[in-house]
C-alpha cells in the first residue's frame, strides 16, 4: 500500500487539518504522535528507508524499543501538513535500546521531528503500559481557554479537575481519571518530559501552564474529542468567570455521584470535596 494513502496516515493528517481549523495551531503550535501498530508499518515497508542515522531521542524509552510513530515536524505548521504530509511529518523508528530514533520516512526537505518528542514518547511509554497497549495517539495543542485558566486558577489538579467537570454534564464521563496540571517549565526537554508522563500515569490529560495541553487515547477520534472537550468546558469556564466572579448555581458533588452511577464511571472522591 501507498503510504500516503494508509489510513492511519490519512486519519493522522485529518486530524493536523482539524486542530488547525479549531485555532490551536498558531504557527508551529503543537505536535502530534501516533504509535503505528505492527500490520500497519508491514503494509507499508516498502516506502521506510533504513539509511538515516540513529539520533539520540534525549530520554530512554525501553518501552517502546522496535516500534514506529507517526510524528509532526519540528518548525512545521500543522495548517501545511494537509498540502503536503510528506515534508512536514515523518515515521521514525525507536531503536533496541529506547534511546535512539531514525527517520524512516517524510521530512523530504530536511529537518527532525517535534522538538516535544520525548514527552510525545515518555507518554506513549506510560500510556501503552497503563491502557495494556490500547492508547496509541498523543496529542499537544495550544488551545486559548485552557491556556487563560492558568494565568487565574490555583495550578492544582484537583481545581482543574472540578471546574472543568462543573462546565458540561459530560465532562466527568470523557475525562474521569481528571485533569493534571504541569506547573511552567521550559518545553522541549527531558525535564518536562518527565513530569508530564508521570501525571499520564494517572491521567489522559494534562495541561502545561502558559503554555498548551497534552491528550492521550486509543485513536484520533477519542484524542482529539478529548482535547476538544477539555477546550469547550475551559471555553463556558472563561465566559462565566468573564459575566461574574461566582456561579450563581453549578452541579454538586452529589450530583456528580449519581453520574458517575448512571454512566458506569468511577469518580475519584478526592475531586467531589464540599466548597
Ligand atoms: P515543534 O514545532 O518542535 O513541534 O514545537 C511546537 C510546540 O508546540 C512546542 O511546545
Ligand atoms: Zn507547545
Redesign the pocket.
Given at each position: 500500500m501507498k503510504l500516503l494513502e494508509a489510513p492511519f496516515v490519512q486519519g493522522f493528517i485529518r486530524m493536523c487539518d482539524d486542530g488547525f481549523h479549531q485555532n490551536w495551531h498558531e504557527r508551529?503550535?503543537?505536535?502530534l504522535s501516533y504509535r503505528i501498530k505492527s500490520e500497519e508499518i508491514e503494509s507499508v515497508k516498502e516506502e521506510l528507508s533504513r539509511d538515516k542515522p540513529w539520533q539520540p531521542i534525549g530520554t530512554g524509552v525501553p518501552g517502546l524499543k522496535g516500534e514506529y510513530f507517526l510524528v509532526?515536524?519540528?518548525?512545521?505548521y500543522f495548517r501545511n501538513v494537509i498540502l503536503d504530509p510528506a515534508a512536514n511529518i515523518c515515521v521514525v523508528e525507536v531503536d533496541e535500546t529506547g534511546e535512539n530514533y531514525r527517520i524512516c520516512w517524510g521530512l523530504v526537505d530536511g529537518g527532525r521531528p517535534?522538538?516535544?518528542l520525548p514527552s510525545h514518547l515518555m507518554n506513549h511509554e506510560v500510556k501503552k503500559a497503563a491502557s495494556g497497549g490500547r492508547h496509541r495517539v498523543i496529542y499537544?495543542a495550544?488551545p486559548a481557554n485552557i491556556i487563560a485558566l492558568t494565568f487565574v486558577l490555583p495550578l492544582e489538579d484537583k481545581v482543574f479537575t472540578r471546574e472543568l467537570w462543573e462546565m458540561a454534564t459530560e465532562c466527568p464521563v470523557v475525562f474521569p481519571a481528571g485533569v493534571g496540571v504541569v506547573g511552567w517549565m521550559v518545553?522541549?526537554g527531558r525535564d518536562i518530559a518527565v513530569a508530564t508522563s508521570e501525571l499520564m500515569k494517572r491521567y489522559d490529560v494534562a495541561v502545561w501552564t502558559h503554555?498548551?495541553c497534552f491528550c492521550s487515547g486509543e485513536d484520533f477520534d477519542l484524542t482529539f474529542g478529548l482535547m476538544h472537550t477539555v477546550e469547550k468546558s475551559a471555553e463556558i469556564l472563561v465566559k462565566v468567570m468573564s459575566i461574574r466572579p461566582d456561579k450563581l448555581q453549578t452541579i454538586r458533588p452529589r450530583e456528580f455521584r449519581d453520574l458517575a452511577a448512571d454512566f458506569h464511571v468511577t469518580l475519584p472522591e478526592e475531586f467531589l470535596f464540599e466548597k
Amino acid at each position: 500500500m501507498k503510504l500516503l494513502e494508509a489510513p492511519f496516515v490519512q486519519g493522522f493528517i485529518r486530524m493536523c487539518d482539524d486542530g488547525f481549523h479549531q485555532n490551536w495551531h498558531e504557527r508551529n503550535g503543537g505536535n502530534l504522535s501516533y504509535r503505528i501498530k505492527s500490520e500497519e508499518i508491514e503494509s507499508v515497508k516498502e516506502e521506510l528507508s533504513r539509511d538515516k542515522p540513529w539520533q539520540p531521542i534525549g530520554t530512554g524509552v525501553p518501552g517502546l524499543k522496535g516500534e514506529y510513530f507517526l510524528v509532526t515536524g519540528s518548525g512545521k505548521y500543522f495548517r501545511n501538513v494537509i498540502l503536503d504530509p510528506a515534508a512536514n511529518i515523518c515515521v521514525v523508528e525507536v531503536d533496541e535500546t529506547g534511546e535512539n530514533y531514525r527517520i524512516c520516512w517524510g521530512l523530504v526537505d530536511g529537518g527532525r521531528p517535534t522538538s516535544e518528542l520525548p514527552s510525545h514518547l515518555m507518554n506513549h511509554e506510560v500510556k501503552k503500559a497503563a491502557s495494556g497497549g490500547r492508547h496509541r495517539v498523543i496529542y499537544h495543542a495550544h488551545p486559548a481557554n485552557i491556556i487563560a485558566l492558568t494565568f487565574v486558577l490555583p495550578l492544582e489538579d484537583k481545581v482543574f479537575t472540578r471546574e472543568l467537570w462543573e462546565m458540561a454534564t459530560e465532562c466527568p464521563v470523557v475525562f474521569p481519571a481528571g485533569v493534571g496540571v504541569v506547573g511552567w517549565m521550559v518545553p522541549g526537554g527531558r525535564d518536562i518530559a518527565v513530569a508530564t508522563s508521570e501525571l499520564m500515569k494517572r491521567y489522559d490529560v494534562a495541561v502545561w501552564t502558559h503554555h498548551g495541553c497534552f491528550c492521550s487515547g486509543e485513536d484520533f477520534d477519542l484524542t482529539f474529542g478529548l482535547m476538544h472537550t477539555v477546550e469547550k468546558s475551559a471555553e463556558i469556564l472563561v465566559k462565566v468567570m468573564s459575566i461574574r466572579p461566582d456561579k450563581l448555581q453549578t452541579i454538586r458533588p452529589r450530583e456528580f455521584r449519581d453520574l458517575a452511577a448512571d454512566f458506569h464511571v468511577t469518580l475519584p472522591e478526592e475531586f467531589l470535596f464540599e466548597k
